[in-house]
Nanobody
Framework: QVQLVESGGGLVQAGGSLRLSCAAS????????MGWFRQTSGKEREFVAA????????LYADSVKGRFTISRDNAKNTVYLQMDSLKPEDTAVYYC????????????????WGQGTQVTVAS
């Protein structure tokens, strides 16, 4: 059974930083591209960042480019999202997701999802 478990969310002041982690089990982690998405109430899930299975290439939404960094440690079956210079508009539930090989920006192309972790950025 595939499990993705996010952690690291919380409350932070604007301009601060958080590091999210997503621990994966039940899949061949090193064969999966990993993505981070976020969602606020009443809105569709929004792409944030994705990283290839080898970790040699990444994609970012324009809204987070230059502030967020996605990385992975295949030895630990974990993907990370370092979030710096946080803004109130970054407030959302953040989800990690997995799909085989190719990193994409489309939520409907990911096969597995975590339960989400809340990030709240206070102004």
């Amino acid at each position: 059974q595939v499990q993705l478990v996010e952690s690291g969310g919380g409350l932070v002041q604007a301009g601060g930083s958080l590091r999210l982690s997503c621990a994966a089990s039940g899949l061949v982690f090193s064969s999966n591209a990993m993505g981070w998405f976020r969602q606020t109430s009443g809105k569709e899930r929004e792409f944030v960042a994705a990283i290839t299975w080898r970790g040699d290439s990444s994609l970012y939404a324009d809204s987070v480019k230059g502030r967020f960094t996605i990385s992975r440690d295949n030895a630990k079956n974990t993907v990370y999202l370092q979030m710096d210079s946080l803004k109130p508009e970054d407030t959302a539930v953040y989800y990690c997701a997995a799909r085989v090989v190719v990193a994409t920006m489309r939520a409907d192309e990911y096969d597995y999802w975590g339960q989400g972790t809340q990030v709240t950025v206070a102004s």
